[in-house]
DNA sequence: TTGTGTTTTATTGCCTCC
DNA sequence: GGAGGCAATAAAACACAA
């Protein structure tokens, strides 16, 4: 085991100098960073290799994980952390990719001997003086965006698959001028990308099917009152014509023999005929007691049926006042059909079939 | 110029699979 | 147990308004 403290100065990352960090780096002449493969702050959190050579390099910690002024421990306890530090990672950096000019902040390319590993033996306090510190401090690799033809090209790489076998990674990596690890980084991140917009798109989707759907329901909830006014109205000018009718029966003798015979299926049909519509002579219809018979070829199957069921259950207490007892037998689809002056047919209006 | 919000690059820990 | 994926997150880079 290997343990080591590392005080690690108060100093913001964004605002860190290199001097800072070679600084630092020079406070721990005997750091091995080969050796680095576990952190642990004073306050137990755990920090890879990578973050703790980040923090040495660029003044801070990634993560936030190491406080400023604390210190951390150093194992060599071995963390899953494909970490850019891997030396070899930097042999995939093709010198000659036409994609040059983006590497990594930890890419340690053309630095000393070229390999992460010797870079960091190039720091060994005993064999170089200050000014070679300072003098690759002060030139530290940034955080480099790629290039928009790597980008392009990791676009279009990522359209044909996005998911990452090991050996298209290494060819990409070699293709790009990147290591294979900022090329799986990518993938990664475009992946968690196309994931959001994804849920993005079905958010808008469910929205859209949502507003449809209220749209509709506005349209039915109108036509419902449009109805309902239109029942109102005929109901009012039965009433009036009921009136009418008693009025016009106390004037003339008891038994009128047309009147009171019983209607004839002949006669309902007629009266049912959307031609002579609700002017028809409702008191003689209702006398029959048995409308629901009578009208039986209103029935319809289906959603909608159930929906007219309800409506037309919806309308008849408001009819109750103007008619007679008797009409609470009848089916409610004969009451609305025959006042509005409609055949079963011609219930299939246009916005109930949304 | 500076503050602030967004995007991109990268790390970490956890999980699953082999 | 190692490799790789993912979610969460940090921080640099970038965009843009005041």
Redesign the pocket.
């Known amino acids: 085991m290997y343990f080591e403290s590392v005080p690690i100065p108060p100093i913001s ?2 605002s ?1 100098s290199p001097a800072s960090s070679a600084t630092r780096f020079k406070q721990n002449p005997s750091t091995e960073f080969d050796n680095i493969k576990f952190f642990i702050n004073p306050r137990l ?8 050579a ?1 923090s040495y390099l ?8 190491a406080e400023s002024g604390g210190s951390v421990l150093l194992t060599n306890k ?7 530090l891997n030396p070899v990672d930097s042999f995939f950096v093709s010198r000659s990719s036409p994609f040059q000019g983006s ?5 340690f390319e053309d630095r000393g001997n070229g390999s992460g590993g010797q870079f960091f033996q190039s720091f060994d306090h005993e064999d170089n003086g200050d000014d070679e510190y300072d003098e690759y401090f002060q030139q530290p690799e ?5 290039t928009v033809d790597q ?1 392009r090209f990791l676009e279009k790489s990522f359209e044909l698959d996005n ?2 076998e ?1 050996d298209r990674k290494i060819q990409l990596a070699k293709e790009l001028g990147l290591q294979p ?2 090329v ?6 475009r ?3 196309w ?1 959001t917009k994804q849920l993005e798109k079905d958010y808008d989707d469910l929205q859209e099917s949502y507003n449809k759907l209220k749209a509709n329901y506005e349209n039915l909830v109108k036509e419902k009152e449009k109805l309902k006014s239109k029942v109102d109205e005929l109901s009012d000018k039965l009433m009036i014509q009921e009136k009418g009718t008693s009025e016009a029966s106390s004037t003339k003798s008891p038994c009128e023999p047309q009147l009171c015979e019983p209607v004839l299926e002949e006669d309902l049909s007629k009266n049912m005929n959307p031609a002579c519509g609700p002017e028809g002579d409702l008191n003689v219809v209702f006398e029959r007691g048995d409308s629901s018979y009578v009208f039986e070829q209103e029935q319809s199957d289906g959603s909608l049926d159930e929906e007219n069921d309800n409506f037309g259950k919806m309308f008849l207490p408001s009819m109750d006042c103007y008619t007679s007892p008797k009409i609470e037998n009848v089916d409610p689809h004969a009451v609305n059909s025959y006042y509005l002056g409609l055949s079963g047919d011609d219930q299939a209006f246009g916005f109930w079939s949304y």
Do not use: D, T
């Open positions: 990352p964004r860190s959190k755990k920090i890879g290799p990578a973050m703790a980040r660029y003044g801070g910690v990634s993560g936030g994980e071995r963390v899953h952390c494909s970490s850019s590497r990594s902040m930890v890419s940034k955080k480099r965006r790629l980008v998911k990452l090991p690890r900022q799986a980084i990518w993938f990664q991140n992946r968690a990308r994931k």
